[in-house]
């Protein structure tokens, strides 16, 4: 059975590149993301990985903390990150896990549930699902999840700007419109009555449609 929106992130213990972790352990108090590789040294990858790198101050700002899975042994990940430290100008600076039994991916659903064998027998193709994204809260419930084919690179300010809307979701209950970005107007949500809303707006709002209110962001 697939993980879905509000289930409670699978927890697990696992060897990465900086020590073992306990994954909810991990977690802590902050916000995680959670992506996920088919292989070591695959092209797409590997610009993934460095330009993630460049971001993670952007996620830090936020509390949120980011950790890689790849299907192969940490000690290949060592070998790899000197790879994306030449190819993509920034060094990895965050946990990447190795994952040679297929034990976290099959936890998550990245993988077929039969699929077997381990790292060293399977080629990025055996592999191909395991391109996932997970956004976990500090109550370790899963906010939002994607998924994308080994030949379309992840727009990882997509993930930046979707964490952005939910962590204000989570403090303000709204809602964020199409293309949102930080600063613009933000959507009440229909479950807030206009009396509750009167109350935590007082300067008002736009009312498109009953079903449809628009209001400032709130700070």
Known sequence: MGLHIGDEAPDFT?????????????????WAILF????????????ELGYLARLK??????????IGLSIDSVEDHLRWADDIAETQGTALNYPLIGDTELVVAKLYDMIHPNASGNAAGRT???NATVRSVF???P??????????????GRNFSEVLRALDAIQLNAKHTVATPVNWRPGEDVII????SDEAAR?????????????????TQPK
């Not at 996920?36 to 610009?47: L, M, N, Q």
């Not at 996620?59 to 903390?65: E, I, M």
């Not at 949500?189 to 807030?192: E, K, N």
């Not at 109350?199 to 209001?215: D, E, F, I, Q």
Request: glycine share 4%.
């Open 57 to 66: 101050p952007d996620f830090d700002s936020r509390n949120t903390k980011v």
């Open 36 to 47: 996920s590789h088919p292989k070591d040294f695959t092209p797409v990858c590997t610009t």
């Open 135 to 137: 956004l976990i809260g």
């Open 14 to 30: 696992a060897p990465t590149t900086e020590g073992t972790i306990h994954f909810h352990e991990w977690i802590g108090d902050s």
């Open 124 to 126: 990025a193709v055996d």
């Open 199 to 215: 109350a935590k707006y007082p300067s008002g709002w736009k009312t498109l449609k009953p079903y449809l209110r628009v209001v």
């Open 189 to 192: 949500p229909t479950s807030v």
């Open 139 to 152: 109550d370790k419930k899963i906010k939002m999840t994607m998924t994308y084919p080994m030949s379309a």
